[in-house]
DNA sequence: GGCCAAACCTAAAGGGTTTAGGTTAGGGGC
DNA sequence: GCCCCTAACCTAAACCCTTTAGGTTTGGCC
């Protein structure tokens, strides 16, 4: 019998499209064992465990939003800069649901790609001139109603009535441009 | 031996409440009767299926959110019921953390609190006087905001370094004042 | 005092995770 | 070319959870 010859990135690859396909909830040890006509329990020589198992699903997600984030901000500035991070999460949210919801879960380890993230966003950030201490909050403001956004979106919260949620996008994104551009007045600061 | 003497409500406000102390995930029929010391499938009498009882938590949640909001905005105008309405999310989430994440989970049905939830969103965003065909886009917003931020925070994604999040909230509610008030005239119009 | 409905039970099937320990396949060293 | 060692894979079994089917008990009402 030819066994399956797997390895951690060919379970974790799987369990991804897995997810893409039938949902983050689909993805199981049973699933994946199945899959590759295995036993659930040879796949404890590649995986430490489920939880493992989820974790790296999520580093790998994370690593290649962060790739298409790079190459979408590449050489763009400004509100240009931010329209093309906002939109490359849209799209990846959409076009890998499963990944993006791996993405949701809080990871036990914090993966080197969050750093390039953060890098990201801030380099994005610059254009707008904000004081220094600003720079974090605005980053957690940006996160915040993008990650929002798509998982209202996501979930269907936004209902089906209504006009698209393209134009809501499109609205989101304008209202984070203004308040990234008139920061440091706005109200009264306190 | 004494009966539990269960009922549905019963068996929903248990849930929340073990959802609360132990997480949402640790809400399980099994663990529900054990707290009553009764049999697992003796819940079946109370209560559908495990989804069905977590629609219902949901249910729940939701009904006290609106409650909260409700006497929250009462008597508040403009940005002051902004603010109100905002941190009353906020406080509902950090109290009742198993209670707010049954909200995340995407419910069967749309419970009639939805709508008052949605009502009162309105009457705080009259004073703005956006344009009737841009409330929609307004209400989205915020609610991608808040809940975004909330879920970040809540899953430790805004990292335990640099500032309270306190401050980025503050910032979070005055971008979206700013973005209301400003609404119209935003960027380039397309 | 008896009956009936609802509350609770036992039993069992089915799926998932995880550990312990055994078998086999295949490549490196002799 | 054979050995042997390692890693890939296996079986077995324990444990937890959900769900259905059908039986028993309890308590209130006529």
Do not use: C, K
């Amino acid at each position: 019998m030819a066994r399956a010859n797997l390895s951690s990135v060919v379970v974790i690859e799987a369990a991804a499209d897995l997810a893409d396909r039938e949902g983050f909830a689909a993805v199981t040890l049973s699933a994946l064992a199945r899959h590759f006509g295995v036993r659930t329990a040879s796949l404890y020589t590649h995986v430490r465990d489920l939880s493992a198992l989820l974790d790296s699903v999520h580093e790998l997600a994370l690593g290649e939003l962060a790739d298409r984030i790079a190459v979408a901000v590449a050489g763009r500035s400004g509100r240009e800069a931010l329209v093309a991070l906002a939109d490359a999460q849209r799209d990846y949210a959409r076009q890998r649901p499963g990944r993006w919801a791996a993405l949701q879960r809080p990871a036990a380890t914090a993966p080197a790609s969050a750093a390039r993230l953060v890098a990201l966003t801030w380099a994005v950030l610059r254009d707008y001139r904000l004081p220094d201490a600003e720079l974090v909050h605005a980053t957690r403001l940006l996160g915040a109603t993008v990650n929002g956004f798509l998982s209202l979106e996501a979930s269907g919260n936004f209902g089906h009535r209504g006009p698209t949620t393209d134009v809501s996008w499109r609205r989101a994104i304008d209202a984070l441009d203004t308040a990234l551009r008139t920061w440091p007045t706005e109200g009264n600061p306190a």
